[in-house]
C-alpha cells in the first residue's frame, strides 16, 4: 500500500531523528541535563509530531479536503492531545545522564537544608515545611531520573524551589558518558539519513522539458 499522506515521509523520519539524537548528545555530556518536565514532553512532543500527524491523526481530515486543509485537523488534534498531556502529568523535573546513586545524595543535602523534618520513605522524600513529596523514579540503566511531585496538595512555591536548588546543586556534579549516547546518536542518524535520501531527489529532481511539437511535412508541389 503507497504512503499517501499530507506530510512527506522525510518529515516523518526527520522529527525522531533529530530528537534522538538530541538525547544522545544529553548523555555525552559530562555534567547531567536537568530538563523541566513540559520541556521534556514538548520535545517528545515534536519528535512524534511527524509520524502521529501522517499516521493515526491523518485518518480525522475531511475526505476531499486540500491543501493545506489536509493538514489543519491533524495538526490542531495534536496540539489538543499534547495540552491534554501536559495538564494530566505531574509537575517533574527530568534528569538525563545520571544514575539514581547520584541523584539520591544531591536530593537528601537538598531536602535537609530546605526541611530540618525532612523524612525517608524508599526513593521518596516528604518536606512537610514546604509541602512537597518528592518521588526519584527512573531507569538506572538507561541512565535518565525523574523528580516527580506526588501527593494529593503540591505547594508551586515549594516545588520550584526544591527544583531550583537541584538545577543549581547538578551544575557541580561530574558524571561519566553515558555507553547509550553511540546508540541513541547511531539510530538518529540512521534516520536523519534516510530522511536525507528520501528529501534529496525532490530538491535536485531536473525541470522535465516542454514538449516540442513535430516539424511539419513539407506538401509536395502540385
Same mark, same amino acid.
Given at each position: 500500500?503507497?504512503?499517501?499522506?499530507?506530510?512527506?515521509?522525510?518529515?516523518?523520519?526527520?522529527?525522531?531523528?533529530?530528537?534522538?539524537?538530541?538525547?544522545?548528545?544529553?548523555?555525552? +555530556? +559530562?555534567?547531567?541535563?536537568?530538563?523541566?518536565?513540559?520541556?521534556?514532553?514538548?520535545?517528545?512532543?515534536?519528535?512524534?509530531?511527524?509520524?502521529?500527524?501522517?499516521?493515526?491523526?491523518?485518518?480525522?481530515?475531511?475526505?476531499?479536503?486540500?491543501?493545506?486543509?489536509?493538514?489543519?485537523?491533524?495538526?490542531?488534534?495534536?496540539?489538543?492531545?499534547? &495540552?491534554?498531556?501536559?495538564?494530566?502529568?505531574?509537575?517533574?523535573?527530568?534528569?538525563?545522564?545520571?544514575?539514581?546513586?547520584?541523584?539520591?545524595?544531591?536530593?537528601?543535602?537538598?531536602? =535537609?537544608?530546605?526541611?530540618?523534618?525532612?523524612?525517608?520513605?524508599?526513593?521518596?522524600?516528604?518536606?512537610?515545611?514546604?509541602?512537597?513529596?518528592?518521588?526519584?523514579?527512573?531507569?538506572?540503566?538507561?541512565?535518565?531520573?525523574?523528580?516527580?511531585?506526588?501527593?494529593?496538595?503540591?505547594?508551586?512555591?515549594?516545588?520550584?524551589?526544591?527544583? +531550583?536548588?537541584?538545577?543549581?546543586?547538578?551544575?557541580?556534579?561530574?558524571?561519566?558518558?553515558?555507553?547509550?549516547?553511540?546508540?541513541?546518536?547511531?539510530?538518529?542518524?540512521?534516520?536523519?539519513?534516510?530522511? =536525507?535520501?528520501?528529501?534529496?531527489?525532490?530538491?535536485?529532481? &531536473?525541470?522535465?522539458?516542454?514538449?516540442?511539437?513535430?516539424?511539419?511535412?513539407?506538401?509536395?508541389?502540385?
Amino acid at each position: 500500500m503507497p504512503f499517501d499522506s499530507s506530510i512527506p515521509l522525510w518529515v516523518v523520519l526527520l522529527t525522531p531523528g533529530l530528537y534522538l539524537v538530541c538525547v544522545g548528545l544529553f548523555q555525552l +555530556r +559530562r555534567r547531567p541535563v536537568a530538563l523541566s518536565g513540559g520541556s521534556d514532553l514538548t520535545l517528545l512532543a515534536a519528535a512524534a509530531a511527524g509520524p502521529m500527524i501522517a499516521g493515526p491523526l491523518d485518518m480525522l481530515q475531511p475526505a476531499g479536503s486540500g491543501w493545506p486543509w489536509r493538514l489543519v485537523v491533524p495538526l490542531v488534534s495534536f496540539a489538543f492531545l499534547t &495540552a491534554i498531556a501536559m495538564l494530566a502529568t505531574r509537575p517533574r523535573l527530568v534528569v538525563y545522564n545520571v544514575s539514581l546513586d547520584r541523584l539520591r545524595p544531591v536530593v537528601a543535602e537538598i531536602a =535537609a537544608r530546605l526541611d530540618p523534618e525532612a523524612r525517608w520513605a524508599g526513593e521518596t522524600v516528604a518536606l512537610p515545611g514546604r509541602g512537597v513529596q518528592v518521588h526519584l523514579d527512573g531507569r538506572g540503566g538507561m541512565r535518565s531520573m525523574s523528580l516527580v511531585a506526588i501527593g494529593a496538595k503540591t505547594s508551586p512555591e515549594g516545588w520550584a524551589e526544591v527544583t +531550583r536548588r537541584v538545577r543549581q546543586a547538578l551544575r557541580r556534579v561530574r558524571v561519566r558518558r553515558s555507553p547509550w549516547a553511540a546508540v541513541f546518536i547511531g539510530c538518529g542518524c540512521l534516520l536523519l539519513t534516510a530522511s =536525507a535520501w528520501l528529501a534529496l531527489p525532490g530538491f535536485f529532481r &531536473a525541470t522535465p522539458a516542454k514538449d516540442i511539437d513535430p516539424p511539419v511535412a513539407a506538401q509536395p508541389a502540385a
